[in-house]
């Protein structure tokens, strides 16, 4: 009897806990400015939502995409909150694996950049919501531009850009024409050179999901592309990724750079960039077609179909990629930080556009981004540059790693071309596409 | 009966060892035998052998396997004989000698991605690294290390992360050498070089036996410098088995493959330490 009334005060007790314990959300995320300041603001989310603590798990991004994925596929529940990408997304989605989302009213989901939803959207129903969002564009060193007596104008060709390379190109001074990616991985070299072969007019897949990789226009595409980098690049650029070449603009050591939009606000940040107020900006040069010559990315927060948080998720959600978050980081660390890509009203608003010079070049790049039409001949996958199919990371990398071995002049581009085509064609009929 | 009694003492014991060994062992057999790609969850059912045959006739596998082999030999070859001289060099009383021994000791305790960032950007980077200024100081042209000789690279920075050990064994054991007997020899006009091929190597005999194995052991699967700083590039100059296996795994998220790519890595193990051991073997009575 005794034990009985001690059972149930024991229960009591432990129900009045849980009604009043917080829930916790552990959220997954990338080590990079923008999400590392979001972790920063979120008390303000917590003092508004008394109910909810927030767990951060902050991860480099390739970790980040392991453990993600690794997580999401065996179905072990560990995030509540997912930070992913725009390949992932609609992969994820179509196999049921995210939990499609329901802002509400006040998130005023037509605000965000019709790219970036249609990116992140299967079927209309929007499975991950933008926290900031990017394309590619041509940053450029004015004064440079002048004294060779050149004008790029807002959309320069490669033939343009190769003749400026060579005008400035002075290795003796410490002063390299281009800088370009070189390191292997489809999130690394990849991305850069997925958009110069749909310029040159290629694609990765035909409508039959055959790889073209030994066609003509990837061909002419690598051929430019070792040749220009050999001729006008730093050396060790097969080594060089994002945040490499980063280090080597600010320290004003390229003429030019096409990469991600982001690296607009680094590289005109007085603080960290010797060469901020030197800096232009057109968009991504062309060769054969515009189209697809400037990639479309975005980490957008997502939750994973075996959360049993979604509502709480949701909030979160709705907080961190709202318009309020972006003014409140506007008001606490100034409008040139605020994470762009993502909203309209970001591009209206008069604060950020005194603070951000490069923000009408950025805009431009992402409205003229379609990833379901981003290749001159017509192909079966979505995306601008890579492929959103399950198959397309570990061919990315192979070919990734063929190409920064014909930069560093280890093969030629033909056979680096032939071992590309040999890896892909491997894993797509591992995968079953040519039964 | 009394043989009994020690034998179920030590039963728990052993029990579990081999229980911890053998079950991870037949879980990986039995994922290598399967279709088990974590993104195409829709795709799976017995595979036969199709995995290993998909990991063999990878083409960077021939590369892999050479390179593996290349780096573990040639680490071993530069520890041994690195930490030999090392030993012998600091094995007599100087002045500063305790200061010295610390500071050679240090490296080892630099944990290997700190290891390979520090030679990637401080020391190999061919704009601002140590080595482009020395080269740029007599007028050459510097090397783009890691472009140019990724593998090479990559055992420079392992070797130096090895010396220490391989010093310190050396150390300890020459300090257990016979004074009198190196006495006697020199007063019997036995020349230095003779000094150490008669007396000094054989007594060095089972450390550089235990060196090569423990070294061996760990540079099999040397990981953390190649992910760091070559990514396995370029091309697959500088691919070993074990970043191979990584690749199937958590870059292409196939648990199949890659099980199958871990039990070949196990084989490969096992065919070069048999014969080391036999090679070793010989040497120590």
Redesign the interface.
């Known amino acids: 009897m005794k034990f009985r009334a001690i059972l149930a005060l024991a229960a009591a007790l432990g129900l009045a806990g849980a009604s009043h314990a917080a829930t916790e959300l552990v959220i997954a995320t990338v080590n990079n400015g923008h999400m590392i300041e979001m972790q920063k603001l979120s008390p303000e989310f917590e003092k508004a939502h008394p109910d909810i603590k927030l767990k951060w798990v902050t991860l480099e991004e390739g970790v980040l995409r392991?453990r993600v994925?690794?997580d999401i596929?065996?179905k072990g529940g560990q995030f509540d909150i997912m930070t992913i990408g725009m390949y992932e997304t609609p992969?994820w989605g179509k196999k049921g694996w995210l939990q499609a989302l329901q802002p509400g009213a006040a998130y005023d989901v037509d605000d965000l950049l019709p790219a970036m939803r249609n990116g992140l959207s299967v079927d209309g129903k929007l499975y991950a919501a933008p926290f900031y969002g990017e394309s590619s564009m041509l940053m450029y060193r004015k004064d440079l531009a002048d004294k060779a007596g050149v004008q790029l104008g807002d959309h320069p060709t490669w033939a343009q850009v190769k003749d400026f390379a060579a005008k400035i190109h002075n290795p003796k001074a410490?002063i390299y024409g281009i800088c370009l990616r070189g390191?292997?991985?489809w999130g690394d070299n990849m991305a850069f050179i997925t958009t110069l072969v749909n310029t040159y007019g290629g694609q990765w897949f035909d409508m039959a999901w055959k790889p073209q990789l030994e066609s003509q226009p990837w061909k002419d595409a690598i051929h430019f592309y070792v040749d220009l980098l050999g001729k006008y690049g730093?050396?060790?650029?097969?080594?060089n990724s994002f945040n490499e070449i980063l280090a080597?603009f600010n320290a004003g050591?390229c003429g030019m750079w096409v990469d991600a939009t982001i690296a607009a606000s680094f590289i005109s940040d007085p603080k960290q960039s010797k060469v901020a107020d030197k800096v232009a900006f057109a968009q991504a040069p062309v060769a054969v077609t515009p189209k697809g010559a400037n990639w479309l990315w975005a980490w957008a927060l997502a939750i994973p179909s075996g959360s049993k948080k979604a509502a709480e998720a949701q909030k979160f959600i709705s907080w961190a990629t709202s318009r309020e978050y972006i003014e409140l980081v506007g008001k606490t660390n100034g409008w040139g930080t605020v994470p762009t890509g993502t909203r309209k009203s970001t591009y209206a608003n008069p604060e950020f556009l005194k603070a951000a010079k490069f923000a009408a070049a950025e805009k431009a790049a992402i409205d003229s981004a379609n990833p379901n039409d981003s290749t001159l001949p017509k192909s079966p996958y979505v995306g601008v540059q890579f492929a959103a199919i399950?198959?397309f990371?570990?061919i990315g990398?192979a070919v990734g790693?063929?190409m920064?071995?014909a930069?560093?002049g280890?093969?030629s581009v033909e056979a680096?071309l032939k071992?590309s085509q040999?890896?892909a064609e491997?894993?797509m009929t591992?995968?079953?596409y040519y039964k | 009966m009394n043989r009994l009694l020690p034998r179920a003492l030590l039963a728990p014991a052993v029990v579990t060892l081999f229980l911890w060994m053998i079950v991870p062992l037949l879980m990986t057999i039995y994922f290598s035998l399967i279709r088990y790609?974590?993104?195409?969850?829709e795709?799976s059912g017995f595979a036969g052998l199709e995995n290993y045959q998909?990991f063999l006739?990878d083409?960077?596998f021939t590369a892999a396997v050479l390179n593996t082999l290349m780096l573990l030999g040639s680490v071993i070859v530069i520890t041994v004989v690195g930490g030999v001289a090392l030993a012998l060099l600091i094995d007599e009383p100087f002045p500063g000698r305790s200061l010295v021994r610390i500071l050679l000791i240090s490296p080892f305790f630099v944990m290997p991605t700190v290891n390979a960032l520090l030679w990637?950007h401080m020391m190999m980077?061919?704009?601002y690294g140590v080595l482009a200024q020395v080269w740029r100081f007599f007028g050459a042209q510097?090397v783009?290390w890691?472009?140019?000789v990724p593998l090479f690279s990559v055992i420079i920075m392992i070797a130096w992360q090895w010396l220490p050990f391989a010093t310190l064994i050396f150390m300890t054991a020459l300090q257990s050498m016979n004074r009198e007997q190196l006495e006697a020899a020199r007063m019997d006009g036995a020349s230095y070089l003779q000094q150490l091929r008669y007396m000094v190597l054989p007594h060095l005999g089972r450390s550089i036996a235990v060196v090569v194995m423990i070294e061996m052991i760990f540079l099999m699967s040397v990981f953390a410098e190649i992910f760091t700083?070559?990514?396995?590039?370029?091309?697959?100059?500088s691919t070993n088995v074990a970043f191979l296996i990584f690749?199937q795994a958590?870059?292409?998220?196939?648990a199949g493959v890659a099980s199958a790519g871990a039990l070949f890595a196990v084989v490969l193990a096992n065919i070069a330490a048999v014969f080391l051991i036999r090679m070793i073997g010989k040497n120590l009575d």
Not at chain 1, 234 to 239: D, I, K, L, R
């Open positions: 392991q994925t690794t596929a065996t992969i410490g390191k292997p991985g730093p050396p060790g650029s097969s080594a080597l050591k399950p198959e990371q570990a990398i790693q063929q920064s071995a930069l560093a280890k093969t680096a071992a040999n890896a491997r894993q591992k995968a079953g | 790609n974590l993104l195409q969850p795709i998909f006739t083409p960077s990637k980077n061919p704009i510097p783009d890691l472009t140019d700083t070559t990514g396995g590039g370029p091309g697959d100059a690749k958590l870059l292409n998220f196939d």
